[in-house]
């Protein structure tokens, strides 16, 4: 698996480095000293993973990851704050590394990642991996259970680990990532409007151009209101052209 550092502190990038050698399926192909360095080695380079420093000169790593709309493989937060744990999770990263990072602990991750690397790529070779509107899902939250046919769920909102599905009334939390639940939905029927939302196609109500080339969706049942980035606007619109 290909890996890209990035951090404002040579010393770090080396101990890192020096770290990922004991893990010999991990090949580090690149390094950036700040987030404007990296925007361009991930669309050359595509890695399965990034390492990336929170705190650095310019945009922090949080600020970055808000408004990159390119290629983006799995994120390990690496950094030197405990403070920043629960909003790395926010926005969906793998894991989280505190500095000085130890052996055991990146162990950890890259069993994650491995695990994760692994299940996106059963999810592509099978055949049959995607749910279409009729299929019906299993989902508990907590102590209530609902079996759910697809084509009743209208949105599904990242909230780090979990997902949220919206549909009638209810609003469960299912453990997965928003990225595996894009794996396995049907494209024609559900779309990845941005990077916390998947909106189903047919509850859509209303469209409005919105900020920076961007479009807003009105959503039927509740009206939920949800922002289609620009980069994503381009596949919507071409998905629904004639």
């Known amino acids: 698996m290909k890996a890209i550092i990035v951090d404002d502190e040579r010393l770090a990038r080396n101990e890192l480095k020096r770290l990922l050698e004991n893990f010999p399926h991990i090949e580090v192909i690149g390094e950036a000293a700040n987030t404007d360095e990296v925007s361009e080695l991930l669309e050359t380079q595509q890695p399965d993973v990034l390492f990336l420093d929170i705190q650095m000169p310019g945009k922090t790593g949080f600020e970055w990851l808000e408004t990159w709309e390119g290629y983006l493989p799995e994120v390990i937060f690496t950094t030197a704050f405990d403070a920043y744990a629960l909003k790395a ?8 590394l505190l500095k000085p990072i130890d052996l ?32 019906q899902i299993f989902v508990k939250d907590g102590e209530k259970c609902w079996f759910v046919r697809l084509d009743r769920v209208r949105l599904c909102e990242s909230m780090g680990n979990y997902v949220r599905l919206f549909f009638d009334d209810q609003k469960p939390l299912v453990l997965k990532s928003l990225n595996a639940m894009e794996d396995r939905l049907d494209p ?26 961007g479009l807003q969706v009105t959503l039927m049942g509740k009206g939920e209101k949800i922002e289609i980035s620009r980069r994503q606007s381009i596949r919507f619109k071409e998905l629904l052209s004639l």
């Open 89 to 96: 999770f926010e926005v969906n990263a793998l894991d989280y």
């Open 104 to 135: 055991s602990r990146l162990s950890d991750s890259i069993q994650k990642l491995e695990k994760q690397v692994q299940a996106q790529t059963r999810a592509t070779e099978s055949p049959s991996h995607k749910l279409g509107a009729q299929d």
């Open 188 to 213: 024609k029927v559900f779309f990845r409007a941005n990077r916390k939302h998947i909106i189903n196609l047919n509850y859509i109500d209303k469209i409005e151009p919105w900020f920076s080339g």
